[in-house]
Structure formats: structure tokens, C-alpha cells
């Protein structure tokens, strides 16, 4: 790999570590407002195997990769509308 692409790969990182540090605080902080615990089973514990990515799965229908199924995060309907809205059943399995 070039210089350049291991730029990016650390850049990345960085980025991953930066949004799961703001999410850690920003779940602690519900915990500690006292967040119900139907918005806390939304808004689970972010472990370091959610966001870690495994670059010899770039096809999940590909052999032996049926049983690897997505990070919770990826299912999370935020603003409520996926019964409107097919852009993520692709993240559904």
C-alpha cells in the first residue's frame, strides 16, 4: 500500500474514534438525565466490536458469510419513517 492510502485508513480511524467518543459521552449523559429505559434499549452501548470492520466481508452473500449479519446501529429507525422509506432495507437482514 502507498503512503497515500494509509493516510486515508488513518484518517478514517481517527474519524471512527472522534463519533464514538461523542456518542460514549452523549449515552452516559442520558443514563445520567435518567433517559427511560425504552430510549436506552435504543440507544445502547456502542462496544469496540460495533464499530470495528472486517475488510474480507465485501460480500455478505458470498460463501460462507450467511451467518454475519450488521452492528445493531445499522437498523436504528431514527426519525421514524422506514415504513415510508426503502432506503434501508438494504441494512436489514
Same mark, same amino acid.
Given at each position: 500500500?502507498?503512503?497515500?492510502?494509509?493516510? *486515508?485508513?488513518?484518517?478514517?480511524?481517527?474519524? =471512527? !474514534?472522534?463519533?464514538? &467518543?461523542?456518542? @460514549?459521552?452523549?449515552?452516559?449523559?442520558?443514563?445520567?438525565?435518567?433517559?427511560?429505559?425504552?430510549?436506552?434499549?435504543?440507544?445502547?452501548?456502542?462496544?469496540? *466490536?460495533?464499530?470495528?470492520?472486517?475488510?474480507? =466481508? !465485501?460480500?455478505?452473500? &458470498?460463501?460462507? @458469510?450467511?451467518?454475519?449479519?450488521?452492528?445493531?446501529?445499522?437498523?436504528?429507525?431514527?426519525?421514524?419513517?422506514?415504513?415510508?422509506?426503502?432506503?434501508?432495507?438494504?441494512?436489514?437482514?
Amino acid at each position: 500500500m502507498t503512503a497515500w492510502a494509509w493516510k *486515508k485508513v488513518s484518517d478514517l480511524d481517527a474519524m =471512527v !474514534a472522534r463519533y464514538s &467518543a461523542v456518542y @460514549h459521552c452523549c449515552q452516559q449523559q442520558m443514563v445520567s438525565l435518567g433517559a427511560d429505559q425504552s430510549i436506552l434499549n435504543h440507544y445502547q452501548i456502542l462496544n469496540e *466490536k460495533d464499530v470495528t470492520v472486517s475488510t474480507a =466481508v !465485501a460480500d455478505s452473500n &458470498a460463501r460462507g @458469510h450467511h451467518l454475519d449479519s450488521l452492528t445493531w446501529f445499522w437498523t436504528m429507525d431514527i426519525p421514524k419513517d422506514t415504513h415510508e422509506n426503502d432506503w434501508m432495507s438494504e441494512c436489514k437482514l
